[in-house]
């Protein structure tokens, strides 16, 4: 075993940087994946494609634009509510009839589509995989003390916090939030106070599959747009929704947390086992916490 | 009675008429067959399907004029999907069900491994084209399989020559961890040992492959301060880390090396953010050498196709050169005779003369090391500071693939 020599201080802060800035995206895709799950208790497996399609309609928005400035912060806004367009129709043409039905059917369903937006991205963006480059000004990067630390993952530590402080705010502050967080627990009671609980699931379930579209838009600059991006993240995100607690966000932001930065600090300490690191995270957290670190909802 | 033998009567007349008709077009139909299974889904086909153009031209020209050995050329094809079981059902059915006289393919190491042992059994030759496991024709070679490909072996040769040259002295290894990775890092780290032993390795990192994010290795190989980094990326990752480097300005601050990092397979989809001053070792250019021969070929291949030829267009010419040539020399079609004929033989190419060497089946490719560089007149990076290295510089010795296949 060899560890990497010269571990300054410097080069660890600098590490931990790097990761907190991929527990954003993390976290914002988990967030979304573990909304859903509370409160509708589906878990939904085509949140990783839904993730992919989020990634690939920036990619062509932004080149629409010629890959400028505008053409990526228009992406930015319209992607993700395309994502939450296409969540809106499949859930009220299919799975708003099902939730009377077995759980399994659910889970079925959510595997189907994602097999079908899968080969659906195919289709349409071809089997090539996709770049595409940040605007001018988020990209190069910083000098942190003679380490580079790229101006993109540093666009990205500030978004982390705003989208982590906008969905408290919507959960504990609007209505909606409210309602949703209340259907989590006892389904049937809202229901008998009056309440539409099955549009309190699709504006939920939207807002879920609009965080995983925004996910998948804001990694689009930083690595290839490619086929198999679904499956990577979806198994990243459920585990981290299930050491987080089943249907807690601040679960899932500890679990991104904990996921991210396990991941750059082995790279550092271990760099040859470097992959290992975040699952063996899990598991131990797994041995010790079987039902996740957070109160889970179910 | 009269209407029975009429019947008979009729009827082998109606067996001759039809053995008449289906016998000729049997003998004057037969292609010569030539089947290629390859990946021409997702990211590899950008590669591949230079390899198809490139052969299906050649067979084009020579059907133009006339066939060959009086047979026209067919070239069937097959998609793997990159996956080794479909990959390997269809090679079954191009050498079952379509006879195919000539097997060619594949991008993926693991099912050119299996479709060689396939080969080897049904006694079809199998040229493999751009998989570069050095077990192709080393520890796993045989008589009938060729490779006109460079392998990890060479490539580390070749690698090694060049990097031996400079003065760096503390490297990292960093790559994909996968076989191809791992098999490019050692052929070039134990090339660099024997050519100069002081060289020391201070770490090494190993990411799986299609990694996402290479900013945390990057960002962890710097504060190791190496003099120097050995990338050891697959065809799936070439394109992406170079773009986290540039975006991490890390060929700014250390010199790296990548196999292919010159190619313009690479280089095109980065167009001008591309990093700069990387170290690369490449088949083939398309601007270099200015020979006739190249230049040519590039004319035709543009001409035909109406883009630039990349690497795999001068596999696919040198698999035609050598298959229908060696049919030629051999003057039949019979197995046999064409596995001698190639063996040892020489073509013309737009690499120069290459050789096919007899002991192993090996194509004797020159290897091309060079720095990426900004030049103007293109809207991508090329190479220059090219350094060429013969093709028997580079090739493992005869004792070293006779000790592999002995194991």
Known sequence: ?298 | MKKLSVFYISLSILIIACMFVIAPSSFAAKALKIGIVDCYSGPPAAYTNDVRDAFKLEAEKINAAGGILGRKIEVLTRDSKFKVDLGLSAAKELIYRENVDIMMGTINSALALAISDLCKKEKVPFFVTFAKSAKITGAKGHRYVFSITENTALVGKAAAAGLAKKPYQKYWIAGDDYEYGHAVADGVWNNLKKMKPDVELLGQSWWKVGEPDFTPYITAILSAKPDAVIVATGGRDCVPFLKAAKATGFNERVPFFMHTATELGTLKPLGLNAPENVIGTSNYFYYYPETSANKSFVKNFETAFNRKPAVGAVYGKLAAEFIFGAYKKAGKVDTEKFIDNVQGMWVNSPLGQVTMRAYDHQAMLPMFMGVTKKVAGYDFLIATDIVTIPGKDVMPSIAEIKKARKK
């Open chain 1, 1 to 298: 075993m060899e560890f990497a020599a010269n571990i300054t201080l410097f080069a660890l802060l600098q590490q931990v940087l790097v990761g907190l800035s991929r527990t954003t995206i993390l976290f914002i895709v988990a967030s979304g994946l573990s909304l859903v799950l509370g409160v509708l208790r589906i878990p939904n497996i085509a949140h990783g494609s839904l993730y992919m399609i989020g990634a690939f309609l920036t990619y062509t928005i932004a080149t629409l634009f010629g890959q400028s400035a505008l053409g990526f912060w228009l992406a930015l806004i319209v992607a993700p509510l395309c994502v939450a367009v296409i969540s809106f129709l499949v859930e009220r043409g299919l799975f708003c009839h099902l939730y009377e039905r077995e759980h399994m059917m659910l889970l079925l369903f959510t595997f189907a589509f994602s097999l079908v937006f899968g080969d659906m991205v195919k289709l349409i963006w071809g089997s090539d995989y996709r770049s595409l480059t940040a605007p001018l000004f988020l990209q190069g990067s910083f000098s942190i003390s003679g380490f580079p630390f790229p101006r993109y993952n540093l666009f990205l530590l500030i978004v982390g916090p705003l989208v982590a402080a906008g969905l408290w705010f919507l959960t504990n502050k609007t209505k909606i939030g409210k309602i949703a967080r209340a259907a989590a627990v006892d389904r049937e009671m809202v229901g008998a106070i009056g309440i539409n609980v099955s549009w309190v699931f699709a504006a939920v379930f939207v807002i879920g599959c609009y965080l995983a579209g925004l996910g998948g838009a804001l990694v689009a600059p930083t690595q290839n747009i490619t086929q198999g991006m679904d499956h990577a993240i979806i198994i990243e995100a459920f585990l981290i929704v299930i050491i987080g607690g089943l249907g807690n966000i601040w679960g899932a932001l500890l679990g991104a947390l904990i996921f991210g930065l396990t991941d750059s600090i082995g790279i550092l300490l271990l760099p040859q086992f470097a992959i290992v690191f975040p699952y063996m995270a899990v598991v131990t957290v797994l041995l010790f916490r079987p039902k996740g670190l957070l109160k889970s909802v179910w």
